[in-house]
């Protein structure tokens, strides 16, 4: 038997970055699983839609293959498996409004769906599998991680609404940490700039049963039907898929993650926005990645850890940092080229809630 990984030569512990704990710029080749529950006859309509989509995704750069499987067990559990020349690509398929579109025969005949994203580490195979394997990068190292998950919300209000707005996301009681036996909540910061909303959490287990968990609770319920008059994009909280279109065109997620494996305790969280170019926002998240590593390398450097949020042009930067953080671009012509009008803003904090045990 052959390996792919056999160019690999040095040890996994002397390649293990203690920085960088996510990240989906390493150039590696990615895995999406789609785990889907059909409903009870509607086996013939699923496969109907996932012709179409199939067709269609076909010609997306940077897709190279896919599997439809069935589960032996259960028929009504299927698998979709596809493998990408890299992350970026399927990120900036999977966050656009065509894929919004493209998918949506997919939801009436669907009762749930899970996505799970990972980067090749290894791969073992016969002659087929090495053939042009210096095109099928490898991820050169795995990556240690702190037992966080990370994921971020954004949606516009109104003009004129922002204050309102801000203290409705403010005043609502925290709702218990605890999803479950190994899903907790550990902290959920909010700014605002302009009329723009982020939300960043951060969750210990389960990011899709904590997502799920927060939603059916009465107190965070109740703040979303008060913003709704509100938000520019419409919504109905009791329609499932106004629902799901909303939140899918507000996700808003983490594509890198750094450490500098150190705690002070005057760090201050810090939330920049960088709006990008049209089409310029993974190549400005990049950059963003990179300087971050070499923030987080320096030892006399302010930056504890950073948190890069990416979604088409929509860039957002959470710091934990000593004191305050630089937000000028203007002598800086790499990071100016990426934006549209050169400017880089620094978010309002309406609220910064951690768990007791976090």
Known sequence: MTTTSERVTKPLAQQASQCVSQSVFDGSRLRVVLLVDVYDGAQQQFLEAYEQLCNQVASVPGHVSDQLCQSIENPSQWLITSEWESAPPFLTWVNSEEHVHMVEPLHSC?????SLRFHIVRETGGP??????EERRLQASPRIGDGLIRHALTFTVKPGSEEAVAKILADYASPDPRVDDTTRLCRTSLFMHGNRVVRAIEVRGDLLAALRYVARQPAVRAVEEAINPYLEQDRDLDDPESARVFFTRAALPAVHHVTAGQESPDAVRHALYYPAREGQGMRLAELLARRDVAAADDPRGSVLRSTIFQRDDIVVRLVDARGELATDAG????????LDGGAVSSMDLVTDRRSPDA
């Open 110 to 114: 669907v009762r749930d769906t899970r």
């Open 128 to 133: 087929a599998v090495d053939t042009g394997s």
């Open 331 to 338: 002598q800086d012509a790499e990071l100016t080229a990426l």
